[in-house]
């Protein structure tokens, strides 16, 4: 890092993260002493920036909240990852499209001329989201997660039902679509809701406690149900089968659902999951080549009563 001014707005980036910063590990970020990082802390000071130190083994430099930043100075990071954060936003779901151009447009004016050819530079095909989420949808609902409120929404295209009473835990992103995590005070248990079909009332409810989640965390807790669980990111059945293809050929198709063990050049083991232990050998059949279940037992008892099935489809009636 080179000069003074751009050296001190990295500084500055640094320290905007809500977290303490060693002298030490500034001065490795910015390949500088330990003593030019407390020159440039104390020249920051100078220049109104509330910087708190604090002392011990775990310590170190911190932006005061409140600290008020200089507009629109952006260090080379920084100015591409807003790039490509603003071209992206269609796939996001939210419905900001428009807003994300105007933005990306506003933020490239007021750049350096360096920065803004490095960001006009940046163009990439995104791809759109069919399911589109509403702004004001997922600020009240955002709002109703942070304050810890009941969240009162209409759902779906069932006008007749009474309003969903919740109370929010968490808003997740996952494929393409945007879910809430909640605990439904009707049903007395954890429900899962789609951001696209609710339609918030405002205003909003009483205070809650949170609840525990069944899982570790959001992420986690939504991944499991998906796959039929309540806490564990697996599926139910897991079998192992050896294919006759090549690994490279059967890998790109098993994705996150299992793992691919090649074996030789015509061969490999492969490790899926399913919702059910038919599912297991679908998932197997679907590359038209031969193989052998190697267990656990479900799984060739599975293999039999498909092979029964598909003996009986295949009889003419």
Not at 6 to 26: E, H, I, N
Not at 147 to 176: M, Q, S, W
Not at 270 to 276: A, D, E, K, P
Not at 283 to 301: C, H, I, T, Y
């Amino acid at each position: 890092m080179t000069g003074s001014s751009s050296r001190m707005l990295a500084l500055l980036s640094l320290l905007q993260t809500p977290r303490d910063w060693p002298g030490s590990v500034l001065a490795d970020r910015l390949d500088v002493s330990p003593r030019t990082v407390r020159r440039d802390v104390e020249r920051l000071r100078e220049l109104g920036y509330r910087i708190s130190a604090i002392k011990g083994p775990d310590g170190g430099y911190r932006l005061a909240a409140g600290s008020e930043l200089p507009p629109l100075l952006f260090d080379d990071d920084q100015a591409v990852a807003i790039a490509v954060a603003l071209q992206n936003a269609p796939s996001s779901g939210i419905d900001i499209d428009e807003g994300a151009a105007r933005a990306l447009a506003t933020v490239r004016q007021v750049m350096p001329s360096r920065l803004r050819h490095r960001v006009d530079g940046i163009r990439f095909s995104g791809t759109g989201n069919e399911t589109r989420v509403d702004v004001a949808v997922l600020e009240a609902t955002s709002a109703a997660v942070h304050d810890r409120k009941v969240l009162r929404f209409d759902y779906g295209a069932d006008d007749d039902r009474p309003a969903r009473r919740t109370e929010p835990h968490e808003i997740v992103a996952r494929e393409n679509r945007w879910y809430l995590l909640a605990w439904d005070l009707d049903a007395d248990d954890w429900r899962i809701f789609r951001l696209d079909r609710m339609r918030p009332r405002i205003p909003t409810g009483p205070s809650f406690t949170p609840r525990p989640l069944p899982a570790g965390d959001a992420r986690t807790y939504l991944a499991a149900r998906a796959k039929g669980s309540d806490a564990e990111d697996r599926w139910p059945c897991v079998g192992e089968v050896v294919i006759e293809l090549p690994a490279r050929e059967v890998a790109v198709w098993v994705g996150s659902d299992g793992t691919v063990d090649p074996l030789g050049e015509g061969s490999c083991q492969v490790t899926v999951g399913s919702w059910s232990w038919v599912g297991v050998l679908a998932s197997v059949m679907r590359f038209d080549a031969s193989f052998a279940v190697v267990g656990p037992e479900e799984l060739r008892a599975a293999a039999q009563t498909l092979t029964a099935r598909l003996a009986a489809a295949a009889s003419p009636r």
